[in-house]
C-alpha cells in the first residue's frame, strides 16, 4: 500500500480509482476495463511528473523523511555483502540507533557506518528513530579506529532528524561525543565517503558527514536545524516551516551549488521510495565511483585535501 504526503493526494485519489477498477474486474472476469484504467495510469505518470518537477524545499523535506524510503539497513543489505556488526562503544553501551560493522563493498574490504530509523513501530522505538547517543558516536569513533588501523576505508550513511537531546544523554556527554566524532572523521587517513539517504539533521549528521566525498540523494535534505525548530526560534512559530525551509538552503542542489555536497545521486520519478532497488543500486554506483576518485591517495594527502575541503567550504557560495 502506498503512503502519499499530503501534496500527492491528487495522486492518490487517481491511482486508487485505478486499483478499484482492476478490482473490479478481477471479481468479475466478464469486465473490461483496462482500456478506461490505462487511461487513468496515464494521467496520474503526468500528474506524478508535474508534482516531482519542481519541488519546494519544505515538499523535499516531507519526502527526504517518507516512512517508506530505504533506510540504512537496507542499503547495508542490498550493497554490502559480508556484513558483521560490531556493537558497543567499549564505554557505556551499544546504541541500537547507529549501525556499524565490517562489510564488503564491491568485494573491497570496508567499514560501513549509518543510522538507523527503523521502518515500524517497534523497530523505531529500538532504533530511537535514528537519533544517536552518545554512546552511538563513540561507537563509530572506535570503527573508525579500527579503519584507519586495518586501512579499510569508511562508508557512512546519513539518515537522522538529530543527535538525542534526552537529559541521559547530556549528562553522558553528548556534544563532547558529537565533536569527537567529527575530529576523528578528520583525522583518519583512509578514504572517508558519506551519502546523506533521507535527512541530515544538525551536529548529529555532521559527526558522520565530514568526509572526503558528500553525496546527496536528489530529494534528501541537510542543514543545521529543522524547518520546524528553526521556525520556533526565528519566529516563535513551528508552523511558519516552509519559510524556514526556504531560508535554511537545505536541499541537495542548494548544497551542491555552495560547495557542500559534492554530488546529487538522482532518484526515481517520485522518489526513493517508488523505486527502492533502483535508488539503492544508483548509491551503490555513486559510492563506487567516489571509492574509485580517492584510490591511491596516501594517508597524508587524504588528510591534508579534507582538511582543506572544510577549511575552504562556503568560498564557492560566497563568491556567488
Given at each position: 500500500m502506498t503512503n502519499y504526503l499530503d501534496f500527492e493526494r491528487p495522486l492518490a485519489e487517481i491511482e486508487g480509482k485505478a486499483e478499484e477498477l482492476?478490482?473490479?474486474?478481477?471479481?468479475n472476469e466478464e469486465m473490461d476495463i483496462e482500456a478506461e484504467a490505462a487511461a487513468l495510469?496515464?494521467?496520474?505518470?503526468?500528474?506524478?511528473?508535474?508534482?516531482y518537477k519542481n519541488l519546494t524545499p519544505w515538499r523535499k523535506c516531507q519526502v527526504a523523511r517518507h516512512a517508506d524510503r530505504p533506510h540504512c539497513k537496507d542499503y547495508i543489505e542490498a550493497l554490502f555483502t559480508e556484513y558483521t556488526p560490531l556493537a558497543g562503544d567499549r564505554n557505556f553501551a551499544d546504541d541500537h540507533a547507529v549501525m556499524g560493522g565490517l562489510a564488503r563493498f564491491n568485494d573491497q574490504p570496508v567499514i560501513v557506518l549509518g543510522q538507523e530509523k527503523g521502518h515500524d513501530t517497534k523497530s523505531r522505538i529500538e532504533r530511537n528513530f535514528g537519533m544517536a547517543r552518545p554512546e552511538g558516536y563513540r561507537k563509530a569513533v572506535r570503527l573508525m579506529e579500527m579503519a584507519e588501523k586495518f586501512g579499510l576505508p569508511v562508508i557512512t550513511l546519513v539518515d537522522t532528524s538529530g543527535a538525542y537531546p534526552g537529559k541521559g544523554a547530556e549528562e553522558r556527554g553528548q556534544s563532547e561525543a558529537?565533536?569527537?566524532s567529527t575530529e576523528k572523521c578528520l583525522q583518519i587517513g583512509v578514504p572517508?565517503?558519506?551519502v546523506i539517504i533521507g535527512e541530515g539533521g544538525s551536529?548529529?549528521?555532521?559527526?558522520?558527514?565530514?568526509?572526503?566525498?558528500l553525496a546527496m540523494l536528489?530529494?534528501?535534505?541537510?542543514?543545521?536545524?529543522?524547518?520546524?525548530?528553526?521556525?520556533?526560534i526565528l519566529w516563535k512559530d513551528s508552523g511558519k516551516m516552509r519559510e524556514a525551509a526556504e531560508a535554511l538552503r537545505l536541499t541537495a542542489q542548494d548544497l551542491k551549488k555552495l560547495g557542500v555536497a559534492d554530488r546529487v545521486i538522482d532518484e526515481p520519478l517520485g522518489g526513493a521510495h517508488r523505486d527502492r532497488e533502483a535508488a539503492m543500486q544508483a548509491v551503490g554506483d555513486a559510492i563506487g565511483k567516489m571509492l574509485g576518485e580517492l584510490s591511491g591517495?596516501?594517508?597524508?594527502?587524504?588528510?591534508s585535501d579534507r582538511r582543506k575541503k572544510f577549511l575552504d567550504m562556503g568560498s564557492k557560495g560566497l563568491a556567488a
Open positions: 482492476r478490482a473490479m474486474a478481477r471479481q495510469d496515464r494521467k496520474a505518470a503526468d500528474l506524478l511528473k508535474d508534482l558529537i565533536a569527537r572517508v565517503i558519506s551536529g548529529g549528521a555532521v559527526a558522520f558527514a565530514t568526509a572526503d566525498r536528489e530529494h534528501s535534505v541537510y542543514s543545521v536545524i529543522s524547518p520546524e525548530g528553526c521556525a520556533s591517495k596516501s594517508a597524508k594527502k587524504l588528510v
